[in-house]
């Protein structure tokens, strides 16, 4: 679980969408958490989203509602689908991965998390 690559990031305008993709290296099935982070300047490294190894979904109370995290374990790729964008989603995101079990709690938690991506920038505008 060393590479991780993010794309679908832009500019968007509030009230926008984007779909963010995140390859990575196949992996066995339900062994491996993964989820989506972000970065705002001058701020700490938040968990968007993640999707844990008992196929269990977490979101931040932030995106409730508007964002939507999938996985595609035949393509090997970690989606998340943003709607109703807004200025405050504005940030760096990262995929991220981990090779064992995360109690529901801890999925957003990114200090669990051992590999990252390179992060993709996400700009909304008002």
């Known amino acids: 679980l060393v590479q991780l690559v993010e794309s679908g990031g832009g500019s968007v305008q509030a009230g926008g969408s984007l779909r963010l993709s995140c390859g990575h290296p196949t992996y066995t099935a339900n062994s491996v958490c993964m989820g989506w982070f972000r970065q705002a300047p001058g701020k700490e490294r938040e968990g968007v989203a993640a999707?844990?190894?008992?196929?269990?979904?977490r979101y931040a109370d932030s995106v409730k509602g508007r964002f939507t995290i999938s996985h595609d374990t035949a393509e090997s790729t970690l989606y998340l689908q943003m709607n109703s964008l807004k200025p405050e989603d504005t940030a760096i995101y990262y995929c991220a991965a981990v090779a064992y079990r995360l109690p529901s709690g801890s999925l957003l938690d990114r200090r669990f998390y051992n590999a990252w991506g390179q992060g993709t920038q996400v700009t909304v505008s008002s």
């Open positions: 999707i844990g190894t008992d196929a269990n979904i």
